[in-house]
């Protein structure tokens, strides 16, 4: 007989081996009698109210393969359980995703990581909605949708032993922590002992060696009692091996970051927010220390028109503190290419949303999922009730470490909210020891505040908290090796951080995301379309508030703020989304302005054809036929015989080479660029010739929707064969060169120079039939205005961003965002150029040169699977192919323009047409603004009883006073984004004091008389 065993490299293979053994006594099969029908696969999201009694077939035999990717279908199952059998479980093995309905209630989702489902105690009939769709591809044994359909292999019916389960997890989270500490000390994963390798384990923690030896003795307990004797040592060994009383708290906090689109259409993403609430609502009621966050209104909606019971069952939750309604916004927008209103209007929706679902407003704004943040955010935040902010993204930046987990953020404006992020893992948290050490190890502001936050369950479409999950966070609540593991609530975690502020630290400015840099291109037409409703809306709401017609439907805004997903407006989802998209945002658009011109519509014998301009500045008409300009008053509508039509100072003119009209003169050389510009007598610099066309070989080593390479932007190519210049016959009002161009062997277009009358800056228009494949196309301007700072147009307000080359911050921004217009200059800021365009969102900004992104034909995401079973005809594979029209503007840069030659207003007035309706005229008792050229009336949002709200926005950085004109007495109060009352003081002649970037809302009721 031997004595104890002195070979610590021979117990792990042996626990390995216990595990396994525990494993297999978990589920025991169960013979159970079913009978299977299913109703016919649909394309459209429909109720088990809409199946036919007559159109269930029963399903024989297995396997069964069934539906078109996205289809979507019934089964009704039919089954007797066992006498003896109080715990059965049924694993659902088919490929697509599946929820189980019981008594009109979801009551469970069935997925890749849910693969067996607790079946309803008493049940005897079970509906199933099935959607041919598998997207957790990232869960151990996910297979995705088969060949020909989804591929059902049979039901199986399992009992669950309690005991078993509970010893399986007590030992697999312990040896969990065995192998971590044994590669933080050893610097490589633990193995099992074979012949190759027999590490006598000479040097380890005692730890190590401490809990091997007592698991060692529980696998004794188990050999030589059964699995009873070694629960009871495991137990004894989270009791004796407690958390360090010193160390982190781990917050875990349940999630399911559920795209609304991405992978899938909308009715998917509807489909698994039903999906995924079903499986929370059972887990919540099974284990009590539960806590799930969720986000996104629109989901809930969504929820709560497919599955209303669900949705009342959810409240329930929310109202006993274990679901928690938090996010502030509507949907996760992109908060970079909306226009600052469209995503001010996210808040508010979302703080809507959350009103009524929790009976207040969310305290934290809840974006882990997002490709940049704009720096007027914390301004949003707290002008909408919402002090803190979390996300994860920052981490995925490619060249510079994001510094802090928590800190202070100052948007531009100076506004600041609390933050924490993710430093070490991301939102698809599933309670593993390696996430939960490096939370603690990376959490960088550790010495001020000792909890982390962890979002915990497959996001993107998984499903969200799996038991395992639950059961593992059960044991690191308290158990050395570990941090101390809870559940907790986000805006819990945030107000304990509260008070810490004074010291943390604090960053100022936007968050910039080192990564994912092509989706300010990426879909040219869908952005385009996102950008015209979002004007329409503009339009649509001018016209409102100068009848006093009260406020616009909300679904317009909800359908527009809804396209702000982070994975639609920026071209990230698969092409199904978009051939749905583009059709409904030009639809909405082209409503819009129907119903903007019937409200402003008036009868009788004073009817006449009007204009109508919803902007604070002038729009010129041009009259070419009689060589006449007019100018169309601000916020008002106008009969068009009653416009002061009057001749141009200095008629325009056209040669072969040049344009001229006495403001702006531009030649052109051979390839037809910009060889010399000349605007009010002064010579725009450049380094080389404007608007060269480059093209780019676009292939991302990763996410080619999303990514654009910093090596591709070293490979250009000019068009092939010579330019042809020719000149448009124009008027005395517009004068047009056109470039011909063969760009490559498959794709041409042409360029347009145009200047018009009277007016100090070129137009360029680009009309493109672009066929190249995995192609990125830029218009390169290499001025000579090399200042250390450029200013990007951002959502209320603009970014300065360095743009000289050699520090790494700057250098890894090869490609950026700007919201449709941008600025270079000197260093002193006193002479530069600006670009403004119509919805284009991408650039390179070095050295004084600015590389405009005007297409890129990327891959879409899933273009080549599944392609046996989808309905997408002959739309092509990559984004961008085919006929687009593009325009940008061009002009100096100075800073005593006046307002309406200030680029961030030119981006809106140049591509605004007015409005045409028949009726009288009519305006806004506002005539504009008095103060510096920076501060901008951006919209007007109608309200109740005649009132409005004005809403002013200061873009680059300066101070002063300002006043607001009225033809009319009003009263004047400040408001939020949420129409509250705010503490700033507007004059009663409309003056107010303004600081850097600061948005202002103006709620005005004018005084009857």
């Given at each position: ?7 610590q ?15 297999q006594?978990i ?26 009694a ?7 035999s ?28 049924m ?7 599946a ?36 997207t957790g591809i990232?869960?151990a ?62 040097k ?43 160390s ?5 906090t ?13 009715r ?19 284990y ?8 996104q ?31 502030a ?6 908060t ?7 995503l ?7 703080q ?36 803190a ?12 470490r994001?510094?802090?987990s ?6 531009h404006?100076?506004?600041e ?13 599933t ?56 559940w ?5 975690f945030?107000?304990r951080?509260q ?21 300010h ?29 009260g ?18 407006i920026?071209?990230s ?18 409503e819009?302005?129907?119903?903007a ?23 010129t008409?041009a ?12 916020f ?12 141009p ?19 052109l ?15 725009i ?19 080619a ?17 010579d ?22 062997s ?5 360029v347009?120079?145009?200047?018009e009358?009277d ?12 066929n190249?494949?995995d ?17 990007f ?21 090869w490609e950026?965002?700007?919201s ?24 390179t ?6 590389g405009?992104s ?24 990559h ?13 100096k ?49 109608p ?16 101070s ?8 009319q ?8 984004l949420?129409?509250?009352p ?5 004059g ?9 970037y ?9 005084i009857?008389?």
């Amino acid at each position: 007989m031997l004595g104890p065993n002195p070979f610590q490299q021979v117990i792990y293979p042996r626990l390995v081996n216990a595990m396994q053994r525990v494993s297999q006594q978990i589920w025991t099969p169960v013979p159970v009698k079913f009978k299977l029908y299913q109703s016919p696969a649909r394309p459209d999201a429909h109720g088990l109210s809409d199946v036919h009694a007559d159109a269930w077939r029963q399903i024989n035999s297995f396997p069964w393969v069934w539906g078109r990717l996205f289809q979507q279908c019934w089964f009704r199952l039919e089954y007797e359980t066992p006498a003896a059998s109080d715990d059965l479980w049924m694993q659902w093995n088919d490929q697509a995703e599946a929820t189980l309905h019981h008594e009109n209630l979801p009551w469970y989702g069935v997925d890749p990581a849910h693969r067996r489902a607790p079946l309803p105690k008493g049940a005897a009939v079970l509906h199933v909605e099935s959607v041919c769709v598998q997207t957790g591809i990232w869960i151990a044994g996910a297979t995705g949708i088969g060949t020909g359909g989804s591929h059902f292999t049979g039901i199986q019916f399992f009992n669950r032993d309690a005991l078993a389960w509970e010893t399986y997890h007590d030992l697999a989270v312990l040896l969990d922590i065995l192998r971590a500490e044994y590669r933080a000390f050893c610097g490589e994963e633990l193995g099992h002992v074979d012949q190759n390798t027999r590490n006598p384990l000479i040097k380890i923690s005692p730890l190590f060696r401490r809990l091997q030896t007592r698991l060692d003795k529980a696998v004794d307990a188990f050999d030589r009692h059964g699995i009873s004797a070694m629960s009871t040592i495991l137990k004894e060994i989270y009791r004796d091996f407690p958390a360090a009383p010193h160390s982190l708290e781990a917050i875990l906090t349940g999630h399911a970051h559920i795209d609304l689109v991405w992978l899938w259409p909308e009715r998917v993403g509807e489909f698994k927010a039903v999906h995924t609430f079903a499986t929370m609502n059972r887990l919540l009621k099974s284990y009590p220390e539960f806590r799930f966050g969720y986000s996104q209104p629109a989901s809930y909606e969504a929820v709560g028109k497919r599955a209303p019971k669900l949705l009342e069952a959810v409240k329930d939750h929310i109202a006993a503190g274990q679901w928690e309604a938090t996010g502030a916004t509507y949907v996760e927008s992109d908060t970079q290419l909306a226009c600052g209103e469209a995503l001010a209007r996210s808040f508010v929706l979302g703080q809507k949303g959350f009103a009524h679902l929790r009976g207040t407003i969310s305290k934290v704004l809840w974006i882990p999922d997002v490709f940049g943040y704009a720096p007027c955010l914390p301004q949003l935040m707290l002008a909408t009730g919402c002090e803190a902010f979390f996300t994860t993204k920052l981490t995925w930046s490619a060249v510079n470490r994001f510094p802090y987990s928590s800190f202070n953020w100052r948007g531009h404006d100076g506004s600041e909210v609390l933050v924490h992020l993710t430093q070490a893992y991301g939102y698809n948290g599933t309670v593993d020891i390696n996430d939960l050490r490096k939370g603690a190890d990376f959490h960088q502001q550790a010495g001020v505040h000792d909890e982390f936050l962890v979002p915990t369950g497959y996001g993107d479409g998984g499903g969200g908290v799996t038991e395992n999950m639950l059961e593992r966070a059960r044991r690191f609540a308290s158990i050395t090796g570990a941090p101390q593991t809870r559940w907790g609530t986000i805006e819990g975690f945030f107000e304990r951080l509260q008070p810490l502020r004074p010291q943390l630290p604090t960053w100022q400015g936007e968050l910039f995301l080192e990564y994912h840099r092509g989706v300010h291109t990426t879909h040219g037409e869908l952005k385009y379309n996102f950008r015209k409703l979002e004007a329409s809306l503009q339009m649509w709401e001018a016209a409102k508030a100068v009848i006093g017609g009260g406020a616009i439907p909300e679904k317009f805004w909800k359908r527009l703020v809804f396209a702000q997903f982070h994975d639609y407006i920026p071209g990230s989802s698969i092409a199904e989304v978009y051939l749905e998209a583009n059709h409904e945002l030009s639809s909405l658009r082209s409503e819009a302005l129907r119903e903007a011109s019937q409200c402003l519509k008036s009868s009788g014998l004073e009817s006449t054809d009007c204009l109508f301009n919803p902007l604070a500045v002038e729009i010129t008409l041009a009259d070419e036929s009689a060589g006449k300009i007019a100018q169309l008053p601000a916020f008002s509508g106008t009969p068009t015989t009653a416009l002061a039509w009057n001749a141009p100072q200095q008629p325009v003119t056209a040669s072969h080479h040049s344009l001229n009209s006495g403001r702006v003169t531009l030649q052109l050389n051979d390839k037809g660029e910009l060889a010399h510009l000349i605007i009010d007598g002064e010579q725009i610099l450049c380094s080389a010739p404007l608007n060269s066309l480059l093209i780019y070989p676009d292939q991302p080593h990763n996410y080619a929707a999303w990514e654009i390479d910093r090596q591709a932007l070293s490979l250009p190519s000019q068009p092939i064969g010579d330019a042809r210049i020719e000149a448009i016959k124009g008027s005395h009002l517009k004068q047009t060169l056109r470039v011909h161009y063969q760009l490559t062997s498959k794709s041409t277009g042409f360029v347009d120079y145009i200047l018009e009358a009277d007016k100090p800056y070129v137009r360029i228009e680009y009309t493109l039939h672009w066929n190249d494949e995995d192609m990125l196309l830029k218009a390169w301007f290499p001025t000579g205005y090399t200042g250390r700072f450029a200013r990007f147009g951002a959502p209320f307000g603009s970014s300065l961003r360095q743009v000289q080359s050699g520090d790494p911050r700057a250098e890894a921004m090869w490609e950026v965002p700007f919201s449709r217009w941008l600025t270079v200059s000197d260093d002193a800021h006193r002479e530069g150029m600006f670009l403004v365009t119509e919805a284009k969102y991408g650039a390179t900004v070095r050295d004084g040169s600015i590389g405009l992104s005007l297409l890129r034909s990327a891959l879409m995401p899933r273009s080549d699977e599944n392609n046996d079973i989808r309905d997408l005809g002959t739309r092509p594979k990559h984004t961008d192919i085919g006929h687009h029209h593009i325009r940008i503007a061009i002009g100096k840069h100075c800073p005593d323009q006046t307002r309406s030659e200030y680029p961030a207003v030119l981006a809106e007035s140049l591509f605004t047409a007015p409005l045409a309706y028949q009726g009288q005229s009519c305006a806004l008792p506002v005539q504009g603004l008095n103060g510096p050229n920076s501060i901008n009336i951006t919209w007007v949002e109608p309200g109740r009883d005649q009132t409005f709200t004005v809403r002013i926005n200061e873009t680059a950085g300066r101070s002063g006073s300002a006043q607001l004109i009225l033809t009319q007495d009003a009263e004047l109060k400040a408001v939020d984004l949420l129409g509250r009352p705010t503490e700033k003081t507007i004059g009663d002649n409309g003056y107010f004091e303004f600081s850097p970037y600061e948005l202002i809302s103006i709620r005005v009721n004018p005084i009857k008389r």
